[in-house]
């Protein structure tokens, strides 16, 4: 996650930083004052398919057997704190 100055658009701060277990479709995310969240959803694409040049949706994959993680960072300090739906 990044911070931008409108000031100096072209810098990004680190704000912090968590690990997915798949390559991650986010087509959006929540934002609060304090607070980003993202969803990890058991969408994931192949890369094998992607290389071969397929449409975008023929390169997602529903993973049925996983759940949902919900990412909660905090803003000040880039802690996370991951919610699982299961």
Known sequence: MYKV???TPLTREVIGSFETEHLLYAHSF???????IVLEQPVMFKMERM??????????????DKTTKIHVMKLSDGSIETFDTN
């Open 30 to 36: 929540g934002l609060t004052e304090n607070y980003a």
């Open 51 to 64: 290389i071969e040049g397929r449409p975008m949706i023929d390169d997602m994959v529903l993973e049925q």
């Open 5 to 7: 100055d409108p000031k």
